[in-house]
């Protein structure tokens, strides 16, 4: 940005420093008192991982996945990367303009951990997170059936993102001490922000369950549509066996007693309960997806599809 | 890990975002008086009293309510601030930028309930780190001072001099005083 | 206070009483006056003149709607970004959008007109916003078109408004302005990239400016002499500027920038005009502005059904979080009594 202090004519006493951008001062005409520096709109970008810096690192070959690591990054990024897909959709949709902003915040979260996951899978052969996210086909996908759910209403919106936190709060709470030093990186700054998404459908399944009937037989409804799809997220294959032992990562089945734990309490605060629903065999690890996911990558594609190999 | 600002440029240039934009006033700014007599809306802080609205926030902002104060963005008896309908109420936000310094108005919202109201505030009013606290009120629990009354009731104040240091000139010099 | 403006005035005043309104709404004139004079600010409890708060009401309601339905053309590419970059800015674009619109429904608030209010007669038809945001976004380019032409328009337009006599709306222009800084800049890079791209990417480029420049320009309004409420606008400080010193002002700036992106501007009448040391533009179609603005644009109908979709579907999530807090209302206030 270009600053730089200016005089402002329309001050009555001292001169105050104004942003200017090319289109001239933003200021409120008037002097600041008080404690002067006290403002409610004083913005920064703030220091924290990004996934440049991710892609950065891999580019300059300061760090490489392992085959494993690789394939499992992929899995994490996919999850994230279909899940955003599906919240961005409610930007400009949503209950109430609060709920806009508030969606759009977990989405931009969720869009961050993919292109960090993805940023790092892609340094197994040189691609970068745009090579992986627009130019793989569907099954070479690796998203677990529940990320790739519809929104639906509201309540089967807020039921998808009550499992997705939790489980992603267990999950990166334990890979902040992954012996691979990237995935831990990206798991510590992603718990953060998904602890704040657990917060988020908790005071929602709350309110959804004990506000009015409708909401209560809307939210049970939501909960039922998404429930088969929880046993996937915790089922371990060969390459969690491996990640677990080389203290890479955590078998998926180690987070589901915290995981039911967890949401037990807020269903019960919410006196609801788990939905009596048999699980879905799931297969997104394997590439085998639900029907849904070819229409998310159809549409997420093509544009980029249309111009390989262009910059944007 | 690398500096942060836009990786594509140098990360000087995101630190000039934040020492410019931590320069310009904004919120609710008492203005200068333009003359002695009539005093345009002059925003003296009676003090606030602080009240605990809600501790069960886990997202680690810090509730309080102000029961008074002279902000004057706020309530109209016309916002409905009983939750009936579909209607949320209004509140008003107020954020800490960074520790040591007041809470300022940033704006309002409309928001449910308390615990809401925080967790709107959090998402709107401070995306790109502005705040490290946050306080919500609901706006008709806003008393302010009556405008039509500004007159007399801000007018004690003017020309007490004495209560000012630059009064008393015949201490200049004087070191350590 | 607002409300107290807007309280049913009893069928009858004493002489006494209406000698005494007539007297304080002299006084509430003369301290509004002072204030214009000194370019000072109004507050929300202030006495203002009722034609001031109308048409206060009116431009930042029509401003707050202008905001939320113009997060319309943008959000249905959210989808199809090109890159995950992409998609992250133009997610974040649209939401801040969102944020706007609530920045100036608060400010507007202050002024007696709850919001509900506002969006029932946004979703009525009744209300009026950006005809620019008529228009379909078809390609890509769009996005880039909407940040550098659109957004340059509107921020040309709002950063006088940051020191507007009506100290809420001055305020949320502060916030938006600074928020909006990287709208234009992030749309330009867009243009940017595309015009030195493939050539099919440089064609989409050229063609969004092409679309885009002329309703950008006209989103500062009417000629000056078709103008007739800029006037009085002028006088209260809710506006600083004329319709066409703006227009003037912004197409200079277009001229400079569209070179460094090696596209053209549609319009071989752009000059500098010596004498009157100001940017000069080729006519604009105010027939079919006024058409778009009568309702009778490309997407008018389908922004609003919309807009009308998301808040009627909304209802019900909106009654349960309110049903939710009486209740712990109630609870807490038995729990108090008991003890």
Redesign the interface.
């Known amino acids: 940005m270009n600053s730089e202090s200016v005089t402002t004519p329309e001050t009555y006493t001292e001169a105050h420093a104004a942003e200017t951008t090319g289109h001239g001062d933003i200021s409120v005409g008037v002097a600041g008192s008080g404690d002067s520096s006290a403002s409610a709109t004083r913005i920064t970008p703030g220091n924290a991982l990004r996934p440049e810096d991710i892609a950065l690192e891999v580019r300059t070959g300061l760090v490489k996945p392992s085959e494993d690591a690789a394939e499992y990054a992929l899995r994490l990024g996919d999850d994230a990367l279909i899940l955003a897909q599906r919240l961005g959709h409610w930007i400009s949709r949503a209950p109430e303009l609060e709920e806009d902003v508030a969606l759009g915040n977990i989405a931009l979260d969720q869009l961050g951990h993919a292109r960090s996951f993805l940023s790092y899978a892609a340094g197994l052969d040189e691609k970068s997170e745009d090579d992986l996210a627009y130019f793989r086909r569907e099954h070479e996908f690796r998203s677990a059936h529940l990320f790739e759910q519809p929104n639906g209403d509201f309540a089967v919106t807020i039921a998808r993102q009550f499992v997705v936190s939790y489980y992603q709060f267990e999950l990166y709470s334990r890979l902040t001490q992954s012996t691979d030093a990237t995935l831990a990186a990206i798991s510590a700054k992603a718990v953060k922000e998904v602890d704040y998404h657990r917060d988020h459908s908790a005071q929602w399944i709350l309110r959804l369950a004990l506000g009015t009937e409708e909401s209560r037989a809307r939210i049970i409804h939501g909960l039922k549509l998404i429930w088969p799809y929880v046993g996937e997220l915790f089922v371990d294959d060969e390459l969690t066996h491996r990640l677990a032992e080389a203290g890479t990562a955590v078998e998926p089945s180690s987070l589901k007693a915290d995981f039911d734990r967890l949401t037990g309490e807020i269903l019960t605060e919410a006196e609801l309960e788990v939905p009596q629903v048999p699980f879905a065999p799931g297969g997104g690890r394997r590439g085998k997806h639900s029907e849904h996911l070819g229409y998310i990558l159809a549409e997420m594609q093509v544009l980029a599809r249309e111009h390989p190999g262009a910059s944007w | 890990?690398?500096?942060?600002?836009n990786?594509e440029v140098p990360a000087s240039?995101?630190g000039?975002?934040?020492?410019?934009?931590?320069?310009?006033?904004?919120?609710?700014?008492?203005?200068?008086s333009?003359?002695p007599v009539?005093e345009?809306?002059a925003s003296p802080?009676i003090e606030p009293v602080e009240i605990p609205v809600s501790t069960s926030s886990?997202?680690g902002v810090s509730t309080s309510a102000v029961s008074t104060s002279s902000v004057?963005?706020?309530s109209?008896?016309?916002?409905?601030t009983?939750?009936?309908?579909?209607?949320?109420p209004?509140w008003e936000v107020?954020?800490?930028?960074?520790r040591g310094?007041?809470h300022?108005?940033?704006?309002?919202?409309?928001?449910?309930?308390a615990?809401?109201a925080l967790?709107?505030a959090r998402?709107?009013?401070t995306?790109?780190?502005?705040?490290v606290s946050i306080w919500v009120v609901p706006a008709d629990a806003i008393a302010?001072s009556?405008?039509?009354a500004k007159g007399s009731f801000f007018e004690s104040p003017q020309g007490k001099d004495y209560r000012h240091a630059t009064y008393y000139t015949k201490s200049e010099g004087v070191k350590h005083l | 206070m607002a409300a107290q403006n807007l309280q049913p005035v009893p069928e009858a005043l004493s002489p006494e009483e209406q000698e005494r309104a007539a007297q304080l709404d002299a006084e509430g004139q003369a301290y509004f006056d002072h204030v214009m004079a000194q370019d000072s600010r109004i507050e929300p409890k202030d006495w203002m003149p009722a034609a001031y708060r109308k048409t206060l009401l009116r431009q930042i309601s029509q401003h707050a709607h202008s905001e939320i339905i113009g997060m319309q053309p943008e959000a249905n590419w959210i989808s199809r970004a090109p890159s995950l970059k992409r998609k992250a800015i133009l997610m974040a674009k649209v939401q801040d959008e969102a944020g706007h619109g609530l920045y100036l429904y608060s400010a507007a608030e202050t002024l007696g007109q709850p919001r509900d209010k506002m969006m029932d007669d946004l979703i009525a038809g009744k209300a009026r916003y950006s005809s620019i945001f008529n228009y379909p976004a078809l390609t890509w380019a769009d996005m880039g078109a909407i940040g550098w032409l659109v957004d340059g328009a509107a921020i040309c337009n709002q950063v006088p408004l940051c020191r507007a006599s009506y100290g809420p709306y001055g305020r949320a222009m502060v916030r938006i302005c600074k928020e909006e800084s990287f709208h234009q800049r992030q749309g330009f890079e867009i243009l940017l990239e595309l015009s030195n791209g493939t050539p099919a990417q440089k064609q989409m480029a050229q063609d969004a400016v092409n679309r885009w420049y002329a309703p950008a320009l006209m989103m500062f309004g009417p000629p000056d002499d078709d103008s007739p409420n800029s006037k009085q606008s002028m006088a209260w400080n809710i506006k600083r500027f004329s319709n066409d010193e703006l227009r003037s002002r912004f197409v200079g700036m277009m001229v400079e920038q569209v070179r460094v992106l090696g596209l053209t501007l549609p319009d071989s009448e752009v000059r500098f005009n010596d004498e009157t040391r100001k940017w000069e533009h080729g006519p604009l179609d105010w027939e079919e502005f006024k058409e778009v603005l009568a309702g009778r644009g490309p997407c008018n109908a389908q922004r609003l059904e919309r807009r009308r979709e998301a808040h009627d579907d909304g209802a019900w999530v909106r009654e349960a979080a309110a049903a939710y807090a009486a209740k712990q209302a109630r609870k807490h206030a038995e729990k108090e009594f008991a003890a």
Do not use: C, Q
Request: net charge negative.
């Open positions: 890990m690398t500096p942060h600002g990786p240039s995101a000039a975002v934040e020492s410019s934009a931590a320069k310009v006033p904004a919120g609710p700014v008492s203005e200068p333009a003359s009539i345009p809306s802080v886990t997202s004057s963005t706020g109209t008896s016309e916002v409905s009983s939750s009936t309908g579909n209607v949320w209004l107020f954020v800490r930028s960074s310094l007041s300022v108005h940033a704006g309002s919202l409309h928001a449910p309930d615990a809401m967790r709107n998402d709107l009013y995306r790109r780190n502005e705040g302010a009556d405008p039509d």
